[in-house]
């Protein structure tokens, strides 16, 4: 159900169906059940009752896939963390309730992540991973200290299905037999459990208890993060993009969080209807690792675009972390503030104007006028820049503008012969001259000794 | 007599004197031509605030009139050039010790792009100074770039076409260039402080090597070839 109301703020009423022959709906919002629309009900039955909720058909694979990216966003907390399909992770927090500051604050440090993906947690907290999960159902916390394992003795029968090897069939004649709870399973005479294929019963409840060990295997976080979003509604407007986007984010900076790394580069792609896709890449200046300033750029990277359709789905790619140490800040203002600005007003200009209109130039040794000078990226290294000392020109004309005759002109200095490229085919042979037009400017003009003619090739600005 | 003679025995800045220039808290930037830093307020570019340059035609000398402040641009400082009508040329500017990898040049595909990049540009305070080529702004734009210039204490090199000069403008100094045969010739439209009286011609070096080798005869003859190598088209 999360997995298709997070990337807005303000949905509309919505339930889930699954996908059998005769579809039912298997989830559904407070607004929807307010509504008349239970889980259990036949779709059809649903629609006929509230027209008005938006019904969406269950994906396992979302879901799938939204469990990677909530594991990736806890790796913060803890390395050591397992994931329990469909919409279960199981962190092994002991070695990191000290860095956090305790139960409480780690709860809610990790309530606080979650919120930002734009999902609810239901949270349980006991020794054994087991004995969690299903604390986690019922929204209790097993107490600290010896004898915590009473507290299992009150949770529903249902809880044995989750998570274990008990099948439905079992917990179906448990339930016959008159059993409620826990505490009534475990009053159970053993051998009688075992005779009736309930083995499997007996585990469970000895893995929750901790009586046997239960171990795990743990999740390893992806070296890639890939995080796909489905818009509730299709839209072209930039605003619930980019609250979308904003959830995507959230996700990509606690993944960069649990690596200490930073990113200067990731792809948006957006989907559209037809599945067509507008991809686009962002680029920052230096590894980044905030939300204000990663949501910036997309904004004006976004405002600049124009949609050719309503976009379906969102796709956040980011593949190239780069180690970004922690940095203490400094008493007497920060020194690197000057560099920050400058890093961020590139960024900005290159997210809204395109990388190819935000440029530095370069020289270039070539003789050629036309060559000697380059567009670079604006963020490239300096060079070996060195140049000539013969007189050049501060602008240049892209294409050398044909004046007719050179009268009226008064030279100033020359003539300086440039005659290089035979090469590469982009031969030249010309007398350069500095001369004086009638309104004093001062040009840059040559004689083209291929067709005698005089052009006009920069200004002396 | 007496009354100037008391005046000036007063402590400096406590009477402004209304033909003198304000020569107070903020001392500017100096220009690198020590005749227009006597006619500038604070003895040079102000260090904040809209500078107009109005020129006629390019090759006059408009960047060379900036060449010695570009020049100082700081460490992490940028100079951002917004909209040139032409393409900088990067041999000539590195001569003149101008830090090319902190110089980005802006392409603007309209006038509210670069007046967008300009604003951007003045209100990330990274900027050692702005230059802005936009034809045509309205009164508002002009005030909201005065604004930002002021806030983060950086100067905006506008230039405009000298057709500018008419309409009103915020800029705390306009000038008006021209070329001229001795250098660069420069009207103060307006500043604060009195008005200018008369304009400067402000010496170029103009750095195209030595008069002595201007040539006063016709072009040379024509290269003959010499056939070492094969010649395209």
Request: glycine share 6%.
């Amino acid at each position: 159900m999360q997995v298709f109301t997070r990337a807005t703020a303000e949905a509309a009423p919505c339930a889930v169906f699954d996908d059998a022959r005769r579809p039912c709906v298997i989830a559904a919002d407070t607004r929807a059940r307010a509504l008349g629309v239970h889980s259990g009900e036949a779709l059809m039955a649903a629609h006929a009752i509230a027209p008005d909720v938006v019904f969406r058909a269950r994906d396992t694979a979302l879901e799938v896939a939204t469990l990677d990216e909530l594991a990736a966003a806890c790796a913060r907390f803890t390395p050591s963390l397992a994931l329990a399909p469909p919409d279960t992770i199981l962190l092994e927090v002991s070695a990191s309730l000290r860095l956090f500051g305790g139960r409480e604050a780690l709860l809610q440090a990790l309530a606080d992540t979650l919120t930002g993906l734009g999902l609810i947690m239901r949270s349980g907290l006991a020794p054994t991973p087991l004995a969690a999960h299903w604390f986690a159902l019922a929204a209790t916390t097993a107490p600290v200290g010896p004898g915590w394992q009473d507290a299992l003795d009150a949770l529903p029968l249902e809880v044995l299905g989750i998570g274990t090897d008990v099948s439905a069939a079992t917990l179906e004649l448990l339930a016959e037999l008159g059993l409620q709870r826990l505490a009534q399973v475990r009053r159970l005479p053993r051998e009688g459990l075992a005779r009736r294929q309930a083995r499997a019963v007996l585990d469970a409840l000895a893995r929750a208890r901790g009586e046997v060990p239960d171990p795990r295997r743990w999740h390893e976080p992806p070296a890639r993060f890939a995080s796909t979003l489905a818009l509730p509604v299709a839209t072209a407007n930039t605003e619930p993009l980019l609250f979308a986007v904003s959830r995507l984010v959230a996700g990509l900076i606690a993944w960069l969080a649990a690596r200490h790394a930073g990113i200067d580069r990731f792809t948006l792609e957006l989907v559209h209807e037809d599945h067509s896709v507008t991809s686009f890449v962002i680029i920052s200046g230096e590894p980044l690792r905030e939300n204000s300033r990663l949501m910036l750029l997309t904004r004006e990277r976004l405002s600049a675009l124009t949609l050719p359709a309503p976009v379906d789905t969102l796709r956040l790619i980011a593949d190239a972390p780069v180690l970004r140490p922690g940095r203490t800040p400094d008493l007497f203002g920060d020194p690197a503030r000057n560099h920050e600005n400058a890093v961020l007003l590139l960024d900005r200009l290159r997210a809204r104007l395109g990388p190819q209109a935000v440029r530095r130039i370069a020289p270039w040794p070539d003789h050629r006028p036309e060559r000697a000078s380059r567009m670079l990226p604006v963020d490239a290294p300096a060079g070996d820049e060195s140049t000539t000392c013969a007189p050049r020109p501060a602008w240049l004309l892209e294409r050398p503008r044909p004046i007719g005759a050179a009268e009226g002109l008064e030279f100033v200095a020359g003539p300086e012969r440039i005659e290089s490229g035979w090469w590469d085919g982009a031969d030249l042979q010309r007398d350069y001259f500095v001369v004086r037009a009638p309104d004093a400017a001062l040009w840059w003009v040559f004689r083209d000794h291929s067709d005698d003619g005089w052009y006009l090739h920069g200004h002396f600005g | 007599m007496a009354a100037s003679s008391a005046l000036e025995a007063l402590p400096s800045g406590l009477v402004w004197r209304a033909d003198r220039l304000a020569r107070g808290t903020t001392p500017g930037e100096p220009t690198g031509f020590a005749a227009l830093d006597h006619e500038l307020p604070g003895g040079g570019w102000p260090r904040e605030g809209i500078v107009e340059l109005l020129a006629t035609t390019p090759g006059i000398g408009e960047i060379e009139l900036l060449l010695p402040l570009l020049a100082r641009t700081g460490v992490d400082r940028l100079v951002v050039w917004v909209a040139p009508p032409r393409l900088p040329y990067a041999p000539a500017l590195a001569h003149s010790g101008i830090p090319l990898e902190r110089m980005p040049v802006v392409v603007a595909q309209d006038a509210a792009a670069a007046i967008w990049a300009t604003r951007q540009a003045l209100a990330s305070g990274a900027c050692h100074a702005v230059l802005a080529w936009i034809e045509r702004i309205d009164m508002a734009a002009l005030r909201r770039l005065q604004l930002a210039a002021e806030d983060s204490a950086t100067p905006l090199f506008l230039y405009r076409p000298p057709q500018a000069a008419r309409q009103p403008s915020p800029a705390v100094l306009r000038l008006a260039l021209a070329g001229d045969r001795a250098g660069l010739h420069v009207d103060i439209l307006k500043r604060r402080g009195p008005p200018a009286t008369e304009p400067l011609t402000l010496p170029l070096s103009r750095s195209v090597g030595d008069p002595a080798h201007a040539v006063d005869r016709p072009a040379p003859a024509r290269a003959v070839r010499a056939g070492v190598h094969a010649r395209h088209g």
